[in-house]
């Protein structure tokens, strides 16, 4: 008899524990402040129905609201990080929900336009560059930006765009920051930039030869909503690159009016002789002249000088 009794009163001391927790926990709940307001908004709602409901009240209270006792998102204390709880009671229920909260949102955001700005083999500095970033004060950039502000203007006007921007000029004067800039702004209109860096472009297509991958990508480079070339004419290139990559995208982003960006040190009369000699020393001057002619069909040359700012870092 002894070890029942002794069971009874210790089931009785851990009950006890329990109904003391229990009602703990709902005097702080219906005390919250927005459970109360909640409640205040509910007359019909009994104790009963609060005693049915007390888990989901409970989660709720304990719960940040609008980020308030969150420093950051990183920091959310939240039981789903990023998401803010929310009740909406129904007749004898409640029924809790969450949402994302604002930080989350903008989070969201932000990846999903650095999404559309896809890099092949660009630093990260460039990928993330703005408009706010240019240097305004600069005589010699005055033209440069102003086509680039333009040009971005024009897309929020809802105007489409048939042709991209050439710029051109010497070494550190920003050309590869300002394709950057223009990029990001884009992605805020949801277009796809794909900005590549032209020497390395051409290694990738001659590696991609080996795992016959080559027609897929100049099918993805052809419909891109806006291409980027940086850098080209850094090195010498082959009849073979010209004419079949550079000249067959070209060719297609002409005839269905899709805008290319370029960056380069020559004008784009230095580099039709650039583009006439191949890497084998062989000088084509017509089939040179084609792709030149693509080029002007889908940018317009823009000169961009000033200070060499690389030789501030």
């Known amino acids: 008899m002894e070890p029942i009794q002794s069971s009874l009163k210790k089931w009785m001391r851990e009950n006890s524990n329990f109904y003391e927790s229990y009602n703990q926990i709902r005097r702080e709940t219906v005390s919250d402040k927005y ?24 989660e709720f209270k304990s719960q940040s609201k609008k980020c308030e006792n969150c420093p950051s998102l990183e920091g959310c204390i939240n039981i789903l990080k990023g998401y ?60 440069a930006i102003s086509k680039a502000l333009d040009y971005v203007q024009s897309i929020d006007t809802g105007k489409k765009q048939k042709k991209g921007l050439y710029f051109y000029g010497p070494f550190g004067v920003g050309k590869t920051y300002i394709l950057g800039a223009i990029a990001n702004e884009l992605a805020d209109h949801k277009l796809k930039t794909l900005l590549i860096y ?53 060719q297609y982003r002409m005839m269905e009016r899709l805008p290319v960006f370029f960056s380069s040190n020559y004008s784009i009369k230095q580099l039709e002789h650039h583009l006439a000699t191949t890497n084998r020393g062989d000088t084509e001057t017509v089939k040179a002249g084609r792709i030149i002619e693509r080029i002007k069909q889908v940018s317009t040359e823009v000169p961009l000088f000033g200070q060499n700012r690389r030789e501030f870092i």
């Open 35 to 58: 459970v109360k307001a909640i409640l205040d908004n509910h007359p019909e709602f009994t104790e009963q129905d609060i005693d049915k409901n007390l888990m989901k009240l409970y």
């Open 84 to 143: 803010s709880p929310y009740i909406e009671i129904s007749g004898k229920d409640v029924h809790l929900t969450y949402e994302q909260c604002n930080r989350k949102r903008k989070a969201d955001e932000q990846k999903s336009k650095h999404s559309l700005v896809q890099g092949l083999y660009m630093p990260k500095d460039i990928l993330e560059a703005s408009l706010n970033g240019l240097d305004y004060q600069d005589p010699d950039r005055h033209e």
């Open 198 to 250: 032209m020497p390395e472009f051409v290694r990738e297509m001659k590696s991609s030869l080996k795992d016959d991958s080559i027609n897929q990508k100049i099918d993805y480079f052809k419909k891109a909503d806006v291409l980027m070339f940086d850098d080209i004419g850094a090195e010498s290139i082959s009849s073979w690159f010209r004419d079949e990559i550079l000249g067959s995208i070209l």
